[in-house]
């Protein structure tokens, strides 16, 4: 069981850039797999960007070279660093977790925050 709140969406230029954290409370932190999804209106949430718990990384093409998704298990936190970010990239922007561990099928989403992208 794991609650997530995602923070630090907001209006930003484009070329310029924006850190998303998704807070995690809930026990074994470390032993859940992550991502970040986006929505754009009127789509289906996409996914962006994986950390599992072995910190290994994975990214849609569209933002690799751009993104980072990092995780700080001490603070059961999850980050995504975003950079050149472009219209394209105006979104919601969601944390998911799943657990990695026995007992399969436990999947959680944050509330989301919104990322506009805008001159």
């Known amino acids: 069981q794991v609650q997530l709140v995602e923070s630090g969406g907001g209006l930003v230029q484009p070329g310029g850039s924006l850190r998303l954290s998704c807070a995690a409370s809930?026990?074994?932190?470390?032993?859940?797999?992550m991502a970040w999804y986006r929505q754009f209106p009127g789509k289906q949430r996409e996914l962006v960007a994986t950390?599992?718990?072995?910190?290994?990384?994975n990214y849609v093409d569209s933002v690799k070279g751009r993104f980072t998704v990092s995780r700080d298990n001490a603070k059961k936190t999850v980050y995504l660093q975003m950079t050149s970010l472009n219209s394209a990239d105006t979104a919601a922007y969601y944390c998911?977790?799943?657990?990695?561990?026995?007992?399969?099928?436990?999947?959680?989403w944050g509330q989301g925050t919104q990322v506009t992208v805008s001159s």
């Open positions: 998911y977790a799943k657990w990695a561990g026995a007992g399969g099928g436990n999947e959680y």
């Open positions: 809930g026990s074994l932190f470390s032993l859940y797999d």
């Open positions: 950390i599992t718990r072995f910190a290994r990384t």
